[in-house]
């Protein structure tokens, strides 16, 4: 089986990566030639390199490469084809559907599983896999992924997986970017929203705009909302029915309201598949935080909070329930200015210090020139390394909180690893 991959963004390389290890032959193109390529499995033998001024072409055993082209008869010879989610809904999208030639329509085992949608701004990643630990307690056998932005290896690897495995619930997480291609891709038989927040408004624009993308996700589905999340109204006239969700009151290791609110949504759902209260209750008392996810380590006196807080709402939700006398914020990409906007948070909260860190990109002049924007009249400190970052925890651990979050998953998971061998070792 040959498939083609159309778009070498988060998905489109963790497709291609997917494909491979699942035995096909893969046709790859992007039309920008300088796409970082950075995260694609490539093979590393019997591989010839075609460059000229405009366009490169990869060619290996498995698997071609084009950039700054697509061959267009390369694709038309290809069983399947994977499109980047944000193509969904153009014209060439729309010419696959006709043709039934995306992957999701070819490998399709997928859809005869019971599947479960976790959508939302923040808490999704955490949620999932509450809900994962939750099931597999109670002896179902769970296939999780999707986002590839959260951690997980991509929606087509959940599509292909799906098709191969032996499993009882599909459990999906669906970044609210890409809500019309996962309802194209999967069929959705409960969906669980986290909460709306303030991420993504380049795509968005306003909160009205996602509100009505969530609208039409919900469609016809069973949906669990907060007991006081926005447009509960509008939601319950498109779901088939609505399930309210409160704040989880039992056991729970995480820090944070916010933590005990995606506990909650995660033991609603589990009670609607009739799991067992003591199962949800001893599974939940005890789950750890996952990786790059909040989580805290006491280091001297310091209680040390490390995990992504990449949006104004997640920075407000942590500083509302606690006093950090520092706060480490990694920097977005060049063109994510949009999520600087945590630095307006971070200014409300007034700490002593607010120490700059490359996270995505080094954007550290523009993140400073904001804060001197904003008035910020604390100690503004920028820094390169995970070295020097450690100095400063180390300085500041005779006070009484410190927090590491901002951008940068992959980033903040290295720090949270030296964070804790230092705090295991105390």
């Not at 942590?318 to 948070?345: Q, S, W």
């Not at 500041?396 to 927090?403: F, K, P, R, T, V």
């Amino acid at each position: 089986m040959r498939a083609a991959v159309i778009g070498l963004g988060v998905e489109g390389k963790k497709a291609v990566n997917s494909l491979l290890k699942h035995g096909w032959d893969v046709y790859a193109t992007d039309l920008n030639m300088n796409v970082d390529l950075d995260g694609l499995d490539l093979p590393n033998l019997s591989m010839n390199l075609i460059e000229d001024s405009q366009s490169v072409s990869i060619v290996g055993d498995k698997i071609t490469v084009d950039l700054g082209f697509s061959n267009s008869y390369a694709i038309e010879e290809c069983d399947a084809i994977a499109i980047s989610p944000s193509m969904f809904g153009g014209a060439f999208a729309n010419r696959l559907l006709e043709s039934n030639e995306l992957l999701c329509d070819v490998v399709c085992g997928h859809r005869d599983l019971f599947t479960i949608g976790i959508t939302g701004t923040n808490g999704k990643t955490t949620t999932v896999h509450m809900l994962k630990s939750i099931l597999e307690d109670a002896g179902r056998k769970v296939l999780v992924g999707g986002n590839g932005g959260g951690g997980f290896s991509g929606y087509y690897d959940l599509i292909l997986e799906a098709n191969e495995g032996d499993y009882d619930i599909l459990l999906v997480e669906v970044c609210d970017m890409t809500l019309d291609f996962a309802n194209y891709c999967f069929d959705f038989d409960m969906v669980g929203l986290t909460n709306i927040g303030n991420d993504h408004m380049d795509v968005h624009k306003t909160i009205a705009n996602y509100k009505d993308s969530l609208v039409r996700f919900f469609s016809n589905k069973t949906i669990f909302t907060a007991y006081n999340q926005d447009f509960n109204s509008d939601f319950k006239e498109s779901a088939s029915q609505t399930i309210p969700y409160f704040v989880y009151q039992d056991e729970l290791k995480l820090f944070g309201k916010f933590n005990m609110l995606n506990a909650g949504l995660a033991a609603a759902i589990a009670k609607e598949l009739k799991v067992p209260k003591d199962i949800i209750r001893q599974s939940l008392a005890n789950f750890n935080a996952v990786e790059g996810r909040l989580d805290v380590y006491k280091i001297n006196d310091a209680d040390v909070y490390v995990g992504k807080t990449d949006n104004s709402d997640a920075l407000a939700s942590i500083l509302a329930e606690r006093n950090f006398y520092a706060l480490f914020i990694g920097t977005p990409r060049h063109h994510e200015e949009h999520r600087l906007d945590i630095l307006d948070v971070a200014v409300q909260y007034n700490p002593e210090v607010i120490v700059l860190f490359p996270g995505l990109d080094d954007t550290l002049d523009i993140a400073i020139y904001r804060l001197n924007s904003l008035g910020y009249m604390g100690n503004i400190i920028t820094v390169n390394t995970l070295d020097q970052i450690i100095e400063l925890v180390a300085e500041y651990s005779h006070e009484d909180a410190i927090l590491i979050g901002g951008n940068g998953q992959e980033t903040i998971i290295e720090i949270q690893e030296r964070i804790k061998l230092i705090s295991e070792k105390l």
